[in-house]
């Protein structure tokens, strides 16, 4: 059951010209970032660059059909401050969107391990949404050498 | 394509309060309805769309997999043990099937 609209990497880069042509209206919101573009565009907000969300996944890897990815986030995992939900995104893909994981208090941890395809290098980027309503984002560049074709 | 075939690695026993570690795979193409057959056709698509955990039938943990979970989707996750109970796995096909796996944990 995906959540929201079908992102296709067509709408992905018109995201990412939009951010741009938002950059030159606003140019005091800083240098424009294609990944945060994006992840605002997908999840409404723009999230802010953690260090408590960890991205790990090989630089380079020789099979982009079964690439392995593993996160991992910072929480206590209570009732009161835990991670809802990280999603995954490779801008990339024909599309874009890759998986979300739904955490609760009671996963104890916030912590995921799996595999994915990624048709190109890329980076990829991880999006978590805390209990608290803020965005985090992580982003980690990963370079195939066989295309594995989402 | 073969039936697809759950498979759970979970510890059967825990302390209270302690997060355990599960290994869940399902043997599955996830075929992503972007390939092509042989004839030029477009594969429909045919993937595992959600993979949900419940302890003793609380949600404790789901996935929304897309397109790009690779074969045979495998997940690592974890889940803090606070009473004896079940531990129940299903994995959401494209079409409307479901496909089920069930460990036991004993909490000491």
Known sequence: MSIGPRVTRRTALRAAALAGLAFVVRPASGAPDPEIALAEQLFGRAPVPSDRLRLDMPAVFPNGYTVPLALDVDSPMTDADHVRIVHVVAPRNPLVRVASFHFTPRSGRARISTRI???EPQNVIAVAEMSDGSLLLAKTRVEVE????? | MA?????VRAPSTAAK?????IKALITHPMESGLRRDG??????RKIINTF?????????FSVD????VAANPYLEFYVRAEESGTLEFAWHE????????????TVT
């Open chain 1, 117 to 119: 395809r990624l048709a």
């Open chain 1, 146 to 150: 066989i295309n594995g074709c989402a």
């Open chain 2, 3 to 7: 039936a697809p075939e759950p498979r």
């Open chain 2, 17 to 21: 309060g302690e997060i355990i570690e």
């Open chain 2, 39 to 44: 004839a030029g056709k477009l594969m429909p």
């Open chain 2, 52 to 60: 949900s955990c419940r302890y003793n039938g609380e949600l404790v």
């Open chain 2, 65 to 68: 997999l897309h397109e790009a």
């Open chain 2, 94 to 105: 494209d079409g409307g099937a479901v496909y089920t796996a069930r460990e036991t944990l």
